[in-house]
C-alpha cells in the first residue's frame, strides 16, 4: 500500500517516495522558547508524532529532526522585563517543554538542536550566501538578495513583485530591496552577540533552520514540516537560502498542518487568546487532546473551545470503557457455542485494512478513528446483550478479545492513545495531572471495594454507601454490575 501525502510546493497528493528507502529524514521547525508552549504548538507536534509513528510502523528508518530558537528578539525582550539573561529565560522554558511533550505522549525526536550550538555552521552558511552572489554585509548586518533567487515565491505561490509592493523597511534597516531578509544582525547594546566576519551580532531566524538542518540531515532531505503559518516568510526563504547554497532541491515534501483558532481566530501569544497545554492536560487525561488534534485532519484549521475537549472526552470514555470492560466479560459465565466464528472477527480485518487505506491517504486521520470507532459501537452491542443475558458465549468473548487486541495495536502504536493500559491484564496505570495526584494504590482501592461487598452480603447498606461516597470524593467510581462491582478514575 503505498503512501501518498499532499505536497504544498507541488499543490498535489503525490506518491510519497523516500530518497534513500527506507532511509526518511524529516525536519520539523520546533518553538521559540519565550514562555510555556499552548495547544497551537501541540497540534503539531501532536500531528507529527504520529506521522513519525506511522512511518516506522511502515517500515521506515526515520531520522526526525526538531529544533529549538533559543535566541530571539522575544527570548531577549522576555529576558529583559525579569532583569535575568536570555539563556535563563530559554533554559526555563526548555524545561516546560520537555515536560510537557512528556505529558502529552509526544516521544523526542532523534536530535533536538539549539541555535546557540550552531552559531559556527550559521555563519558558514552566510559566508557560502555572500561568496555565491546570494547575500550581502550593510553596516554589519548581512542580507539574503532575494532577487539573486528568480525562484523565490514558488513554495508560498507569492509573486516577488506584488510582495515587493506592499513590503515595508524599517529606517533601521540597511536593505537594497524591501523583500531582502536578514540573515546576521549587528550586535545591539545589552543583548548578545557572537564573533563573526561582519562584526559582533546574532543569526537572523530564517537561516538558523537551514544550517542545523545542512548539520544534522544533509543538504536534501525527505520531508519539511511545520505550521501552516510558517510556509511564508519562514519556509520561503529557508528555500531561497539552501537551494542559492547548495543548487540541489532542500525538501522534496513539505507537509503543513492547519492552524488552531478559537472562536475563528488564530491562537497565538500576541493576541492573548491561548491556552497552554499545562491547562489542558490540568484538566482532562492528554489522550483526549491527542484525540481532538486527530479528530480533525491534519491540513484542515481546529477551532478549540472547551466544550470540544468535553465531546473528545466522551467518545475517549467510550473507547478506553470498551477496551478495560473485557476484563468485566472474563468474570461474566459463559456459555459455550458450536457454528461459524463470530461476525465481529471479519469486521475487525476489514476495519484494520480500511485504517490502513485512510491513513495512507494525505494521512486522514479522522476517517481511520472512524474504523476504530465503528468496532467499538460493535463492542458495545455485545456487551449490552451480555448484561440482558447474564452470560456471555465463548464466540462473543473470544471475538471481544480480538477486536480489543486490534484497537490496542493501532490506537496505542500509532496514534499514542491508551498507552497506559497494559495488553496482557488490561489493568491501567494512572496518569498523574496537576489537579489530580496519586491517592491510593490500586491493591487498596480493590480491598475497599471488597469490603463495600462483604457490607452489602451481611446488608449493612449504611457502610456500604458510605464507602461508595468517599470514593467517590477521591473520584473513583464504583458502578454495580452482574459480575460484581467496578471502578475507574473519573477524570
Request: some cysteine; overall charge negative; charged content about 30%.
Amino acid at each position: 500500500m503505498g503512501l501518498k501525502i499532499y505536497n504544498t510546493l507541488s499543490g498535489k497528493l503525490e506518491e510519497f517516495v523516500p530518497i534513500n528507502p527506507p532511509e526518511v529524514k524529516i525536519y520539523t521547525c520546533g518553538v521559540t522558547v519565550y514562555d510555556d508552549s499552548h495547544v497551537g504548538h501541540g497540534r503539531s507536534l501532536i500531528v507529527f508524532d504520529v506521522f513519525r509513528r506511522y512511518l516506522m510502523h511502515l517500515g521506515y528508518k526515520v531520522k526526525f529532526v526538531r529544533n529549538f530558537t533559543d535566541v530571539d528578539d522575544k527570548i531577549i525582550n522576555r529576558a529583559k522585563s525579569e532583569c535575568t539573561d536570555f539563556m535563563t529565560i530559554a533554559n526555563r522554558y526548555i524545561a516546560s517543554y520537555y515536560r510537557d511533550m512528556e505529558a502529552i505522549g509526544v516521544k523526542p525526536a532523534d536530535v533536538e538542536p539549539r541555535v546557540t550550538e550552531h552559531i559556527k555552521e550559521i555563519i558558514e552558511l552566510i559566508s557560502k550566501l555572500i561568496e555565491k552572489g546570494y547575500a550581502y554585509e550593510s553596516g554589519g548586518d548581512v542580507y539574503f538578495s532575494v532577487s539573486a533567487f528568480p525562484e523565490y515565491g514558488k513554495l508560498s505561490k507569492r509573486n516577488p513583485e506584488e510582495l515587493e509592493a506592499g513590503a515595508r523597511v524599517e529606517p533601521s534597516e540597511k536593505k537594497r530591496n524591501p523583500l531582502d531578509f536578514a540573515l546576521w544582525k549587528s550586535a545591539k547594546a545589552g543583548e548578545p552577540a557572537w564573533d563573526s566576519p561582519w562584526g559582533p551580532g546574532r543569526p537572523g531566524w530564517h537561516t538558523e533552520c537551514v544550517a542545523m538542518i545542512f548539520k544534522h540531515l544533509g543538504e536534501t532531505i525527505d520531508i519539511h514540516a511545520g505550521g501552516l503559518d510558517l510556509v511564508f516568510p519562514h519556509h520561503e526563504n529557508e528555500i531561497a537560502q539552501a537551494e542559492a547554497c547548495t543548487g540541489k532541491p532542500f525538501a522534496r515534501y513539505w507537509m503543513h498542518n492547519g492552524l488552531v483558532t478559537v472562536g475563528g481566530q488564530k491562537m497565538s501569544k500576541s493576541l492573548g487568546n491561548y491556552i497552554t497545554l499545562r491547562e489542558v492536560y490540568s484538566k482532562y487525561h492528554p489522550d483526549v487532546l491527542r484525540l481532538l488534534v486527530l479528530f480533525t485532519h491534519y491540513r484542515s484549521p481546529l477551532d478549540f473551545s472547551w466544550e470540544k475537549m468535553e465531546e473528545t472526552k466522551k467518545a475517549y470514555e467510550r473507547l478506553r470503557d470498551a477496551v478495560l470492560d473485557l476484563e468485566l466479560l472474563k468474570n461474566f459465565p459463559t456459555v459455550e457455542a458450536s457454528g461459524a466464528p463470530h461476525p465481529l472477527f471479519e469486521k475487525v480485518k476489514e476495519a484494520e485494512e480500511k485504517f490502513f487505506e485512510e491513513l495512507s491517504e494525505d494521512f486522514n486521520t479522522p476517517a481511520s478513528l472512524a474504523q476504530i470507532f465503528n468496532l467499538v459501537s460493535e463492542l458495545n452491542k455485545i456487551k449490552k446483550s451480555a448484561f440482558e443475558r447474564k452470560a456471555i458465549t465463548t464466540q462473543e468473548l473470544s471475538a471481544y478479545q480480538y477486536a480489543v487486541d486490534s484497537i490496542l495495536k493501532h490506537v496505542k502504536g500509532i496514534f499514542g492513545i491508551l498507552e497506559d493500559i497494559k495488553p496482557e491484564c488490561q489493568k491501567v496505570q494512572k496518569v498523574e495531572t496537576e489537579q489530580e495526584k496519586p491517592f491510593v494504590d490500586e491493591r487498596l482501592i480493590s480491598l475497599l471495594v471488597d469490603v463495600r461487598d462483604r457490607a452489602r452480603k451481611i446488608k449493612q447498606y449504611e457502610l456500604a454507601d458510605y464507602i461508595r461516597e468517599e470514593l467517590k470524593k477521591l473520584n473513583v467510581i464504583l458502578e454495580d454490575t452482574p459480575a460484581g462491582t467496578k471502578w475507574k478514575v473519573q477524570r
